[in-house]
C-alpha cells in the first residue's frame, strides 16, 4: 500500500491555488458582476475548457463527454484498471457564490496534482469529472450531467425547453454535442469502484462545532406537499368569534405544530412551511381557504414517511375540531441516499488525522451522488461554509480549511485507490466484507462461507471456491435467491446494492416498446402459472428480444429440467456479479 501524505507546505501551496482557481472560475460568467453559469452556456463550454486545461497540466487525459461533463483520467499503475472517481458540479445557480461545486472539482484536481508531483501510480486509477448541471437553473431538471454517467436520462429531457423556448436537444445541438448520443456518456459498471464528493456543507453544523471538515452519512430523502385547509370566508365585523371557520386559524395551529413534533422528533429530521397563500385575501374578510407547502427531509426515509403521516394526521384533526376540510398531495419525492459506510470509514480515518476528530452528519441538500450512488458506492466529505451561506455571493469558505480538506481528501484517495479491492476484503471486518459481496445474491449462507474462507491469494481463487459453493444450491436456496429477483422487465425497486445490480443488469431491456414490456409481462405470468416462481436469466449481454425468446423455450422444459436451468442462470448471475466486484 503506497503511503503518500500531503504535508503541510503542499497543502498550503494546494489550498492558495484552489481559492485562486474558484476566483477564476468565477469571472466565467453571463451576469457582469455576478456568477451565473448554465449548463450548455457558452459560458459552461468555456469553464469546461479551462479545467481541462488544467487537468492535462497534472498529466490527465481528458475528454467531454456526450452530455457536456468534463472528464479527466490518471492513469493507474495498470493501464485499464477501474478507477476512483472524483468531482462535483461546475454549473450554478443564479447569482451564484463561487464553492458550491466548484470546490470539489478544484479540490481533486489537487489530488492529482500530488500523484503527479511525486511521480506515482496507484492500484487504481482517479478520474475527475465536473459535472455539467447539477442545480437544473436553465432547464428545470437537475442532475443532467451525472445521470449522463449512469445513462439514466428520461427520454422526455431532451423535449424540455428553458425561458426562450430551447429545447434540451436544440441546446446539446448548439453546444456542438448530438442530441441522440447522449446515451454514450454512459459508463460500465466496472468502470469505477466508488465516487468521493468533498462540497461545502451549506449549513452551519460544523461552524457550532468549530469543525473544518465531517463526513456525510446520507443525502436527505425529501418530500413536498401542497396543502389545503377550507374553511368559510365571511365578514370579519360580523361573524362571531365562537362560530368561525377560519382557514388561517386552523393552519397557524399546524404550522405550529409541525415546528413542534419536528424539533421532538430527530435532530436529523427538518419540516419546513415554505410557502402560504390567503385566500379571499383582504383585510376585512375572514379566510376561507389557505393554501401552503410543506417540504419535509430526513436521512432515513422510514423516520420522514412516520413523521409525515404524524403531522397529517394533526392537519385532518384540527379540520375536523374545526369543522374545516383538510387536503394534502405529494408533488416531490425522492428517497434518502445513504453514503457506503466503507467511505465513511476511510474518509473519518483521514479527517480524523488532519484535524483530531471527526464529524458525522446528514447532508439536506441534494448533490450529484444521489445519481451515482444508483451505480456506485458514493462517500462526500463537508467542509465548513460561513454562516452555512450557500447559492449566495456571500458563500465563502476559509483557506485554511480548505488546506485540511486537500489533506484529508488525498490521504482518503490514496488508501482507496493504492489497495486492491481484494486486500481490502481480505482484511476487512466480518460485517463489511458481508456488505461487499452479499448483494450478489439473496442467499446470506454463500456469503458467510465466503467471507470465512479469507483470506485469498488472487481473486481467481476467491472465484473458484464461491464457484463452488453455487453448485451446492438446490430448491431451497432457488427459493430465497428468488424473493429479491425482480421480473424480466419490471425494474428492481429500492436503492440498496442488489437492486441497483439488478437495474443494471436489466438495462438492455426496452421498457419504452410497450409490445415487448406486454409480452414479457404475459410470460412472466405464464411462467409463474406453470413453475411457481419468477422466471430468471442472466438479463446481462441479453436483449428484451432474446429474453422473450428464452422465456417461451424454457415454458416447454420439465419442472425438474427447469429446476436445473434456473440454477444454472443463477450460479451465472452470481458470478458475473461477484467479477465485477473484484475487478481489477
Known amino acids: 500500500m503506497v503511503k503518500l501524505v500531503m504535508n503541510a507546505a503542499e497543502a498550503s501551496i494546494a489550498a492558495k491555488r484552489v481559492m485562486q482557481r474558484a476566483d477564476e472560475l468565477a469571472q466565467i460568467s453571463e451576469t457582469p458582476g455576478q456568477l451565473t453559469r448554465v449548463y450548455l452556456s457558452h459560458e459552461h463550454l468555456r469553464a469546461n475548457h479551462l479545467v481541462a486545461r488544467w487537468m492535462e497540466q497534472i498529466g490527465m487525459t481528458t475528454w467531454q463527454d456526450a452530455v457536456g461533463n468534463i472528464c479527466g483520467r ?5 493501464e485499464g484498471a477501474p478507477a476512483i472517481l472524483l468531482g462535483s458540479h461546475l454549473d450554478t445557480v443564479r447569482n451564484a457564490g463561487r ?26 486509477a ?21 445521470r449522463g454517467l449512469t445513462g439514466t436520462w428520461p427520454d422526455n429531457w431532451l423535449a424540455c425547453v428553458d425561458a426562450a423556448g430551447i429545447s434540451v436537444a436544440q441546446a446539446l445541438a448548439n453546444a456542438g454535442f448530438d442530441p441522440a ?16 464528493e468533498l462540497h461545502i456543507e451549506q449549513g452551519p453544523v460544523l461552524e457550532q462545532q468549530d469543525l473544518a471538515l465531517g463526513v456525510v452519512t446520507a443525502i436527505n430523502g425529501a418530500r413536498r406537499l401542497k396543502c389545503r385547509f377550507v374553511g368559510e370566508a365571511g365578514h370579519a365585523g360580523t361573524v362571531p368569534m365562537n362560530i368561525r371557520k377560519d382557514a388561517l386559524a386552523a393552519a397557524a395551529a399546524w404550522m405550529v405544530y409541525v415546528e413542534g413534533a419536528t424539533r421532538a422528533y430527530s435532530p436529523d429530521i427538518v419540516a419546513t412551511v415554505g410557502t402560504l397563500h390567503c385566500l379571499p385575501g383582504a383585510a376585512n374578510v375572514i379566510p376561507g381557504e389557505i393554501q401552503l407547502t410543506l417540504d419535509i427531509r430526513s436521512p432515513v426515509d422510514s423516520s420522514l414517511e412516520a413523521l409525515l403521516e404524524n403531522l397529517l394526521s394533526k392537519a385532518h384533526e384540527i379540520s375536523a375540531e374545526r369543522g374545516m376540510a383538510f387536503s394534502a398531495e405529494t408533488y416531490y419525492s425522492i428517497p434518502a441516499t445513504p453514503c457506503d ?49 450557500s447559492h449566495h455571493p456571500a458563500e465563502s469558505v476559509l483557506e485554511a480549511d480548505v488546506m485540511q480538506a486537500v489533506q484529508a481528501y488525498a490521504q482518503a484517495v ?6 486492491s479491492v481484494l486486500a481490502e476484503f481480505n482484511d476487512a471486518p466480518v460485517q463489511d466484507a458481508l456488505s461487499l459481496v452479499a448483494p450478489c445474491v439473496a442467499i446470506p449462507a454463500w456469503a458467510e462461507n465466503v467471507v ?91 436483449s428484451g428480444e432474446d429474453i422473450l425468446a428464452e422465456l417461451h423455450r424454457r415454458l416447454n422444459n420439465s419442472p425438474a429440467q427447469e429446476e436445473a436451468e434456473a440454477l444454472e442462470q443463477l450460479r451465472q448471475i452470481t458470478l458475473l456479479r461477484l467479477e465485477g466486484v473484484f475487478a481489477q
Open 74 to 78: 490518471y492513469e493507474g499503475a495498470r
Open 341 to 389: 459506510a466503507r467511505l465513511q470509514h476511510q474518509l473519518t480515518s483521514a479527517i480524523t488525522a488532519v484535524q483530531g476528530l471527526s464529524l458525522s452528519l446528514p447532508s439536506g441538500a441534494g448533490h450529484d451522488a444521489i445519481a451515482i450512488a444508483e451505480q456506485w458506492p458514493v462517500g462526500m466529505l463537508f467542509v465548513r461554509c460561513d454562516r452555512g451561506i
Open 414 to 419: 490514496v488508501a482507496l485507490a493504492s489497495k
Open 181 to 196: 448520443r447522449i446515451h454514450a456518456a454512459r459508463r460500465n459498471p466496472e468502470d469505477f469502484s466508488a465516487y468521493l
Open 452 to 542: 470465512a474462507a479469507r483470506p485469498y491469494s488472487t481473486v481467481d481463487v476467491l472465484q473458484h471456491y464461491a464457484s463452488q459453493l453455487t453448485h451446492e444450491w438446490g430448491s431451497a436456496e432457488l427459493e430465497q435467491a428468488l424473493c429479491a429477483h425482480p421480473r424480466i422487465g419490471e425494474k428492481a425497486q429500492g436503492s440498496c446494492k442488489e437492486a441497483a445490480l439488478s437495474k443494471g443488469e436489466q438495462s438492455a431491456v426496452d421498457t419504452q416498446n410497450s409490445a415487448l414490456t406486454l409480452a414479457l409481462a404475459q410470460g412472466n405470468a405464464h411462467y409463474e402459472e406453470r413453475f411457481g416462481r419468477v422466471f430468471l436469466i442472466r438479463a446481462k449481454g441479453r
Open 126 to 146: 482517479i478520474e475527475i469529472v465536473g459535472f455539467g448541471d447539477e442545480e437544473g437553473t436553465r432547464f428545470g431538471i437537475t442532475l443532467l450531467g451525472s
Open 99 to 124: 464553492y458550491d461545486g466548484m470546490l470539489g472539482v478544484l479540490t481533486a484536481l489537487e489530488v492529482v496534482a500530488l500523484l503527479h508531483q511525486h511521480d506515482i501510480q496507484l492500484e487504481q
